[in-house]
């Protein structure tokens, strides 16, 4: 079983700066890209950020150039360093492990937490 615990969410001003963790445990093996999600009040879900199996990064438009996803691989932990953040950043935001086994690709999700940009 593979568990993705999220944290590093709070309040901040706009401008302010956040850094998000998310760390794997259980069986992980054979990771084919991993990957930073998130969800606005009243918004679908949006890709943020990913690694892919290249490790090649992918940003949203949105985001590039204030926000940084990097790993630890000795760690299976990933971080989103958010900064220069707006009011617009406001979301609940989810970590995505995708993993290869026999079964083929399966998704791994944290429950996600809260970033709130508010003055």
């Known amino acids: 079983q593979v568990q993705l615990v999220e944290s590093g969410g709070g309040l901040v001003q706009p401008g302010g700066s956040l850094r998000l963790s998310c760390a794997a445990s259980?069986?992980?093996?054979?990771?084919?890209?991993m990957a930073w999600y998130r969800q606005g009040p009243g918004k679908e879900r949006e890709l943020v950020a990913s690694?892919?199996?290249?490790?090649?990064?992918d940003y949203a438009d949105s985001v590039k150039g204030r926000f940084t996803i990097s790993r630890d691989n000795a760690k299976n932990t990933i971080y989103l360093q958010m900064n220069s953040l707006t009011p617009e950043d406001t979301a609940v935001y989810h970590c995505?492990?995708?993993?290869?086994?026999?079964?083929?690709?399966?998704?791994?999700w944290g429950k996600g937490t809260l970033v709130t940009v508010s003055s």
């Open positions: 259980g069986s992980i093996r054979s990771i084919l890209d």
């Open positions: 995505k492990f995708t993993l290869f086994s026999f079964r083929g690709a399966t998704d791994y």
């Open positions: 690694f892919n199996l290249g490790g090649s990064t």
